[in-house]
């Protein structure tokens, strides 16, 4: 018994490094994302699991004096704090995945329902043994609603990554579907350990599970942060032109591929008239905006923002109709921002383009659709929207 006890706590602790290791560096982390913070809060979570669950097991033991309360308050927290990363996961899947619930303060507060609920329970359950006690003679029982705790935790897992899995096959979302299935497959492991545990309730399988899941999305986001712009979530400069170089050094003959950049215009009377924080939110705005726009052309262009308030996008069509189509589209979506817009400015876009078959290089291609998109502005043209009707 001895031997077992080293070797579970020694999973646990190891499991509880390679977590803190994941926390240190994503927090070293600049320009987060709201997702990120909360992928964060998910890990930190997971570590009081881990170490409550830990110190539980090594009392359970005798490896520490057993204190029939102190046991049962880690008992406690061992099971919210695993509903609580439950909950952390779903907020993070959608704010991960733009969804207007994550940003709802007052739904997110709604959401947090059952963890409020679970700690009352928690409460009245060291008076009344509703869902666990321990006896005597230092022995864990469960009792009559312990189910409840794991029908909180699992409601939270099962949503979220249903959610996940169903914007993971949306067809605009086909260029991110890898990655977003990722986040749908995060609470399997998790459900199915949490099932045998159930059973075998002496092996640590739910922490080894948890740690798993967690690699497996961390080494995916870090991934993709290689080559994110952190405030919108587009492809920054540095993929954009990895895009571009990696298609023309081997273009297909049928296609055509453009470079278009874009940026806002009086970009700089938004920021001194409304505050960064607005200028921000305008960036944003304008990133979704684009994203919506080109979702119609799937996994055939690439939206990045390029710098401060500009952007590019990179795309292989079919033929000039397609150019036209995707302006209209852009227009479309920035006279919906626009209609809806009620903070006293509007979002408007200059313009530049170039055909990029039969240039050599990227630097040439850059400049070239830099300096149509300077005479747009310069010319008053290219200009998206137009003016709207009345």
């Known amino acids: 018994m001895t031997s077992y006890l080293g070797l579970y706590i020694l999973i646990n602790v ?13 927090n070293l982390s600049v320009g987060e994302l709201e997702s990120q913070v ?7 979570l997971l570590i009081v699991f881990y170490i409550a669950d830990t110190v539980w097991y090594s009392m359970d033991q005798g490896l520490i004096p057993q204190i029939h309360s102190v046991s049962m308050v880690l008992k406690s927290i061992y099971f919210v704090s695993a509903c609580c990363a439950g909950y952390m996961y779903f907020i993070y899947a959608t704010s991960l995945l733009n969804s207007k619930l994550s940003k709802n303060r007052t739904m ?15 409460f009245i359950n060291i008076f009344t043994n509703i869902l666990f006690h321990i006896d005597a003679d230092f022995v864990y029982h469960r009792d009559a609603l312990f189910w409840v705790q794991y029908l909180f935790m699992y409601t939270y897992l099962v949503f979220g990554s249903l959610y996940a899995l169903y914007t993971a096959f949306r067809p605009e979302n086909y260029a991110e579907r890898i990655r977003y299935a990722v986040i749908a497959l995060f609470p399997v492991l998790p459900g199915i350990s949490g099932t045998v545990q159930l059973f075998f309730w002496r092996i640590p399988l739910n ?21 994110q712009e952190p405030l919108t979530g587009l492809a920054n400069r540095r993929e954009i032109m990895r895009t571009i170089s990696k298609s023309l050094s081997n273009p297909e003959s049928d296609s055509l591929y453009y470079l278009f ?7 700089k009377k938004i920021n001194d008239t409304y505050g960064h924080v607005e200028g921000d939110e305008a960036i ?39 150019v036209k189509q995707l302006l209209e589209m852009i227009k479309h979506e920035f006279d919906k921002v626009n209609r809806s817009n009620d903070k006293g400015y509007e979002i408007n876009l200059s313009i530049g383009y170039i055909l990029c078959n039969g240039i050599t290089t990227i630097k040439k291609m850059v400049e070239d659709a830099d300096r149509e998109l300077y005479m747009s502005k310069q010319n008053n043209k290219n200009t998206i929207p137009l003016p709207l009707s009345d």
Do not use: W
């Open 38 to 44: 909360r992928f964060r809060g998910l890990l930190i």
């Open 207 to 227: 922490v080894v599970a948890f740690t798993f899941s967690v690699m497996l999305v961390y080494l995916v986001e870090l991934g993709q942060q290689v080559s």
């Open 284 to 322: 944003i705005t304008t990133a979704n905006a684009l994203l919506q726009a080109t979702s119609f052309l799937r996994r055939n262009t690439t939206v990045a923002r390029y710098g401060g308030d500009e952007f590019a996008i990179f795309a292989k069509l079919k033929n000039e109709n397609e």
């Open 14 to 26: 190891f499991c509880v490094l390679l977590v803190i290791v994941c926390v240190v560096h994503s």
């Open 261 to 267: 950049m874009f940026d806002i215009d009086q970009f």
């Open 108 to 122: 997110l507060c709604l959401l947090a329902i059952p963890i409020f609920a679970h700690i009352l329970l928690c």
